[in-house]
């Protein structure tokens, strides 16, 4: 999984605005929030920041 450090920095969940923390092994970005803990995949080095795609960790 490539993304820039710079773009992980802006990102954010779409669900509840807290960032976003890469998890290259398994290609997502995990919410940091505890309450809303969406998982979201990337796919082709992009992001798929849709909550309907996401699921719960």
Do not use: F
């Amino acid at each position: 999984m490539k993304i820039d450090d710079w773009l992980l920095e802006i990102l954010a969940c779409p669900n509840c605005k807290s960032p976003l923390r890469a998890e290259p092994e398994v290609d997502e970005l995990s919410c940091t929030s505890a309450s809303c803990g969406l998982v979201y995949p990337v796919r082709d080095d992009i992001p798929v920041l849709l909550v309907d795609e996401a699921r719960k960790s």
